[in-house]
């Protein structure tokens, strides 16, 4: 018995550090260089790495920086988001080892790229704005903390990684085993900007309690909360209360903005 105790704790240890040792490639699942006619590639120099942006570029101060989930070709939003917002210039980053970036995605390197690109875009634009989606939640809350965006939404959202994790892999010590962890409530009460959450009420990827989490981690006067009824994680595109909704709270006045 004793010998079986041993092997099992083994074994177990064995998946920790496999776990441990391959969660990037788990996590991050990077797209292929595509071609988009409609759009300008952008090219930004961040840590020594090239990011490619896809930009609609119009006049005048307000833009949009969006960043997407992780296995998200960003290139699939620009014709949706140009109807969508026809008075917003738009820059859709792909990430560092997605769509033709060079390097390979980690957090700390993603946020810096996502830095990089906001101090880029609001040379030309004093009103940018940040969007994330899934993953890109994480990143667009990360920027919000440290640059002045002038508005901030996110879109099947989530309080901490490690959180989603723990819902996934309640059998693995999660909170040990991972490294890159967005810990988006940590970070919520620097923000200081209005805030819009947009929930997919079938979400099968991220729980309800974890976007739940993160709205509640905001303060109540900055914060509007959608939830889009009939569609899931990866159909949110679907339903037009999605880009309605976001159409609506860009285009607000600080002091429309604000609500639940």
Known sequence: MASLIVIAGLAYLGLCAWVYATQRAQMYFPTPVVDHPGAQALWIESAGERIKVWAIERPGPSALLYFGGNAEDVAGNLDLFAAALPDRSLYLVNYRGYGGSSGQPAEAGLVADALAVFDHVRR???????????????????????????????????????????????????????????????????????VLIVIAAEDEIIPRARSQALASAFAPEQLQVVIVPGVGHNTLDLSPAYLGAVRGFLAATPAQGTGS
């Open 124 to 194: 030309k634009h004093a009103e940018t704005a940040a969007m994330g989606r899934s993953l890109g939640s994480g990143i667009a809350v990360q920027l919000a903390s440290a640059r002045p965006v002038e508005r901030l939404v996110l879109v099947t959202a989530y309080d901490s990684l490690v959180n989603v994790a723990r819902d996934y892999f309640r059998w693995l010590p999660v909170g040990v085993l991972l490294r890159d962890r967005y810990d988006s409530a940590q970070r919520a009460p620097t923000v200081t900007v209005p």
